[in-house]
């Protein structure tokens, strides 16, 4: 990960203190990566500064600042009429580092305020919880940092959505907490508005978390958790995992009863879902929402790294699970893994293929694709596969995948695609 000290060495930099962060507007190369920086362990993507482009952001927790170990920055490349600009970059870090807090664990961009001419990111650090910036004057400036009064979440995963239709984006805040000795996965809901992002309540699941409209009617937010074990779930036989939906409405996520309700809860056991639990399977441990077969509700796709395809240990697999406007329905649901025919590979013990999954339209159809990672392919090398789109669902056929040197980079142990954003 770049580093202070080289800042502005091919040009002009300005650092000021804004509002608890230390913000660095930096012009060319920062410096140099070093080992455990984790430089890209969370990536999201807008445009901060309102100027028609998406700008990059990226997470590096492992990141020291001086003395501090494990301080964490966030980098910002600017995007442009030509993509991003290496030459447009801005870091930003704690304005007091603190050892282990890894700020940039989580980061997000969106919309959750009027009078902005742009998004706002997020950023989560593991002490101080979240971080509120905005773009101004030419700089990123913190606005604010909302707090919760519920669980304590050892939290890794943001996800955003407009789930009570105002306009706003909100923000879910995903994790584990040693309140129930990370037995279970909480989700922390809070909505966006004129004053900005607000504590409204805490939901059951946090493993994964993904956004979309799957019945037609606006934005719902569906979550992962490890297994059955909470009479809240509904399914105490789902040792390989679960998925929750909560259905968007005017009070946010689960409608008009508001936060803390159960959620639709669906399992490997759930009907017309293929396929068994099993302890270790990781379903739910990645999701993405999004309209496959372009009929306007969108599908869920459900990563289990963990399952096992034949005798071939945690070698992982994919499901889909349709949108309707009834809400999500098993029916018609289907599954792929790496013998799948049509599907370049063999699943081999411990790809974790699906470990990250991806539904986007990469082709302007409209009908998003899937992309499927499997971090641990070859040994670590890691691949990245793109399953087509069709009206009647997602396509063995016509599917491809690719690793880091394809794009150009070190393949040996570069576990690519450890991390994606659409």
Known sequence: MPRRENVGVEGAHRAERAGGAQVVAVHGEEGASEPGDHFGQAVATGDLHGDGYDDAVIGTPGEDEGTVEDAGRVTVLYGSVNGLDPERTASVTAAQPVEGARFGLGVAAARFTGDIHGDQLVVLDQKQGLHVFTYHAGVLRQVGTPDSTGHRLQAA??????????????????????????????????????????????????????????????????????????????????????????????????????????????????????????????????????????????????????????????AGAVWLLRGTQDGLTGTGAQYFDQNTPGIPGVAEEGDAWGAHVRLVDTDGDGRAELVAVAPDENAGDGAVWLLPASGTGLLADGSRSYGAAALGGAAHGAHFGAVIDE
Not at 176 to 182: A, G, K, L, R, T
Not at 189 to 211: I, P, V, W
Not at 215 to 222: A, Q, S, T
Not at 297 to 309: F, H, K, Q, T, Y
């Open 157 to 314: 995963y943001l996800t955003t959505g407009d789930y009570d239709g105002d306009g706003f984006a909100d923000l879910v805040v995903s994790g584990y907490s040693p309140d129930d000795d990370y037995v279970m996965g909480w989700s922390a809901y809070y909505a966006g508005g004129t004053e900005g992002l607000g504590y409204r309540g805490d939901l059951h699941g946090g493993l994964g978390t993904a956004s979309g409209d799957i019945n037609g009617d606006g934005y719902d937010l569906v979550v992962g958790q490890r297994s059955g074990a909470d009479e809240a779930t509904g399914d105490a036989d789902a040792p390989g995992g679960l998925v929750g939906v909560y259905y968007g409405g005017g009070e946010g996520p689960a409608g008009t009863e508001g936060p803390g309700t159960a959620p639709q809860w669906w399992s490997q056991n759930s009907p017309g879902v293929p396929g068994a639990g099993e302890q270790h399977d990781s379903w739910g441990n990645d999701l993405s929402v999004a309209d496959v077969d372009g009929d306007g509700r969108a599908e869920v796709a459900v990563g289990a790294p963990g399952e096992d395809v034949g005798r071939a240990d945690a």
